[in-house]
């Protein structure tokens, strides 16, 4: 349950720091499709979380869940992202249930990745860890080299940097996502 609960408290985060964003683009949703890619770590973390995250299932323009058109939500294989809008309030407890099922909710990931932005939860042995990374607002580290290319449905990460947000250690992501 607290692993469920950290995963609500990083989409909430996401979606209250970046709902300030400009409602310019159109409500245009597309939903996952044949979700591909790994993505690879280094740094001081990897030791308790691996060197590897492989991708399962994402989903673009989730404004519903993220607080913006253009991002992308990433879980790991045997995960999978509802296509229909949560229908719970933000802040019940079953929200993150009700969006994304899990199959093994001890060691599992879920990223939020928008072009200049990235957060993350990754749960080993029921574990968790928080990653924030944002260039956009500057509330956290830089990150680095993001490219979400919407048209293309691939995402490329390349040397971006995210920060643990409790230990302050810093994790570098790198490879290719497709949808």
């Known amino acids: 349950m607290k692993t469920i609960y950290t995963i609500l408290t990083m989409l909430s985060v996401m979606f209250l720091s970046i709902n300030c964003d400009n409602d310019n683009s159109s409500e245009e949703e597309i939903a996952s499709t044949d979700a591909r890619g790994v993505i690879t770590l280094s740094g001081e ?38 296509e229909d809008a949560p229908d719970l309030p933000l802040n019940d407890p079953d929200y993150v249930e009700s969006i994304i099922s899990f199959e093994d909710i001890e060691n599992t990931f879920v990223i939020v990745l ?12 029921g574990i968790e860890r928080r990653y924030i990374c944002d260039s956009l607002f500057e509330t956290s580290i830089a990150c680095g080299s993001i490219i979400l290319d919407a048209e293309a449905k691939k995402s490329v990460l390349s040397n971006v940097t995210v920060k643990n947000v409790e230990t302050g250690t810093i994790l570098t992501m790198n490879g290719t996502v497709n949808w």
Request: without cysteine; glycine residues 12%.
């Open 45 to 82: 973390d990897t030791a308790e979380i691996g060197t590897q995250l492989e991708v399962g299932d994402i989903n673009y323009g989730r404004k519903d869940l993220t607080g913006l058109d253009e991002t992308i939500i990433i879980v790991p294989k045997g995960a999978k992202i509802s």
């Open 114 to 125: 928008g072009q200049e932005l990235i957060s993350m939860v990754i749960v080993v042995n």
